[in-house]
């Protein structure tokens, strides 16, 4: 049972350029999450997915988009990458609406020069 | 929207010292979440607290909702309990989590 993992673990982008990060559970979770992480603040929601085939915008959304084509993946596209991307993002997933624990992945340090 | 503010930001201690640390927030929560992120960046869950007392060996949690506080105990602290400790609640907005600003703590042998 791994959890929840993230592909990659780092990387470096030129401004311009996309990308996209994977997240994936084997817990079964219907809720799953991407939040970023900006130097000495606290997690930020970017989008969400109730299930398979949804998505929501979170609190900072603007130059990302999601897509959860399978309920064990969670994708994470930047199209455009900017500097003020430059972050360290994290995925969650949790059993269900507003109970229980979210399980958060390792993280993905993005550079964007 | 919901407001939530941890104290201290900062915190000190040498090795063996018991310390509490405090998040306030401003609305009711269906969630509350304790989780701590070592050196290496990575979160690590404490605990599910919304309401009451909970306990895992050294660490506790208590959560007044009636008073929108909850508190974190660290006993007899160790230099691996370093890093920043968050909260964070959910304001029953289908499980999204806003975090506090986080405590910082260092415990030095």
């Known amino acids: 049972n791994a959890g929840v993992t993230q592909t990659p673990k780092f990387r470096v982008l030129k401004t311009g350029q996309s990308m996209t990060l994977l997240c994936a559970q084997d817990m079964n979770h219907e809720y799953m999450y991407w939040y970023r992480q900006d130097p000495g603040m606290g997690l930020r929601l970017i989008h969400y997915?109730?299930?398979?085939?949804?998505?929501a915008k979170g609190e900072v959304p603007d130059g990302y988009n999601v897509s959860r084509l399978k309920k064990q993946n969670f994708l994470l596209g930047l199209e455009s990458a900017a500097p003020s991307q430059t972050s360290v993002y994290f995925c969650a997933s949790s059993y269900g609406f507003g109970s229980g624990t979210q399980y958060f992945g390792p993280g993905t340090r993005l550079l964007v020069l | 929207g919901i407001q939530v503010e941890q104290s201290p930001p900062d915190l000190i201690l040498q090795e063996g010292a018991n310390s509490t640390l405090r998040c306030n927030f401003s609305d009711s929560v269906n969630n509350l979440q304790w989780f701590h992120q070592n050196p290496w960046g990575q979160l690590i869950n404490l605990f599910y607290i919304p309401s009451g007392t909970k306990q895992n060996g050294r660490l506790s949690a208590t959560t007044v909702a009636t008073e929108r506080y909850s508190l974190l105990y660290i006993s007899s602290s160790q230099t691996t309990d370093s890093g920043v400790y968050f909260c964070a609640v959910d304001h029953n907005q289908g499980g999204k989590l806003i975090f506090g600003q986080g405590t910082e703590l260092s415990v030095k042998p």
């Open positions: 997915s109730v299930g398979e085939g949804t998505t």
